[in-house]
């Protein structure tokens, strides 16, 4: 009797052949799981990366996660001075499409050594930095899609109009291609929108500089934050982005962004920094994202999808300044198709 249950089993899985689909995805998954061979499988993905600078060699830390030899994506975190944890939440969407990409903390972040020089924090250092970041991972014009949001998306624009022929695809996340343009936007869009009597104490401490008062941080956190970069109660902030805020090198933030949280200010060195008449010069498949509620103005980031040769807008109409995670659905389906058409040849 056993022996003919053991049959009969036998012969209804025989009778039931998993779908060639089926067993092209699970063979597609096995690979982008398989870590056996790599240099890094020992550090599960993680590899620091010496990077020589005109004040000597420093080691910036990277973590690859997955395997796709088409599709492999390098996260340039904002701030500046912010960490890649931030983006943790890729982890929820990128890994079920088989799309490979590297976490990467920039010189003078958290993760990656944190120099004691203030003239380092110069943008076009940080180019230079990208690109032998990109030669160390062994990315290329068949498989790099450069990611960069805030800071980052200003350091992804920089980095295409010198060296786009290394690029599959670009995406110029929650960054407007002028901080003059940002600054107006803010004080003229954003700003009036805050209830009068905060914005006129915010403005109280910003006129006397007072940015490290409590009372600022609360205003500013409370009713600016809360708006226009993640509308979440602070309370119920993810982990990742308290972690990121708690890692913040202000050294770097102050140099370039100044010491502000209501814009770029004081003698910041990104206080004039535009590339709106360059844009045209980008010809990689481009991707801009922008959000109902952000900082920056979501109609200059469509502007953008514009004037690159090759581009495309995806609007977040829940989302601020870090819709990754307060408008994901609609932010990861966009990105993932952009990343997709292009690696398919349909964009």
Not at 14 to 41: F, W
Not at 89 to 112: A, K, R, V
Not at 165 to 183: E, Q, R, T
Request: proline letters at 5%.
């Amino acid at each position: 009797m056993k022996n003919l249950i053991i049959l009969l089993v036998l012969f209804i899985f025989s009778c039931n052949p998993a779908k060639k689909g089926d067993v092209s995805h699970q063979a597609e998954s096995n690979a982008y799981l398989d870590n056996t061979g790599k240099d890094d499988q020992l550090t599960g993905g993680i590899k620091m990366i010496k990077i020589n600078t005109p004040k000597g060699d420093f080691k910036v830390w990277t973590k690859r996660v997955g395997n796709n030899p088409t599709k492999k994506v390098l996260l340039l975190h904002g701030g500046p001075g912010m960490t890649h944890e931030i983006y943790e939440c890729f982890d929820g969407y990128f890994p079920q499409e088989n799309i490979e990409y590297y976490y990467y903390d920039q010189l003078g972040s958290y993760y990656s050594d944190q120099p004691d020089d203030l003239s380092l924090w110069d943008l076009p250092r940080f180019v230079e930095e990208v690109e032998q970041v990109r030669i160390a991972l062994g990315l290329d014009k068949d498989n790099f899609y450069l990611y960069g949001q805030s800071w980052g998306g200003i350091l992804a624009m920089e980095y295409a109009l010198k060296y786009q022929d290394n690029l599959k695809g670009l995406v110029i996340s929650n960054m407007m291609a002028s901080i003059p343009d940002y600054m107006k936007y803010s004080d003229e869009v954003l700003a009036p929108k805050l209830p009068p009597e905060v914005l006129a104490e915010i403005m109280e401490y910003e006129n006397a500089e007072d940015y490290s008062n409590e009372r600022y941080m609360e205003l500013v956190v409370n009713h600016y934050y809360t708006r226009h970069i993640l509308r979440m109660d602070p309370e119920k902030w993810p982990d990742p982005i308290n972690r990121g805020f708690k890692h913040l090198n202000p050294d770097v933030y102050v140099t370039m962004q100044g010491p502000s949280e209501f814009g770029v200010k004081g003698d910041a060195t990104l206080k004039a920094w535009d590339v709106k008449d360059q844009l045209h010069k980008i010809k990689v498949p481009t991707l801009t994202i922008g959000a109902e509620y952000d900082t920056m103005d979501p109609k200059h980031m469509e502007w953008i999808s514009n004037e690159v040769k090759n581009g495309r807008y995806l609007h977040c109409p829940n989302g601020s300044h870090l819709c990754q995670f307060d408008d994901q659905k609609n932010f990861f389906k966009g990105l993932t198709k952009f990343i997709k058409d292009v690696d398919n040849g349909v964009f």
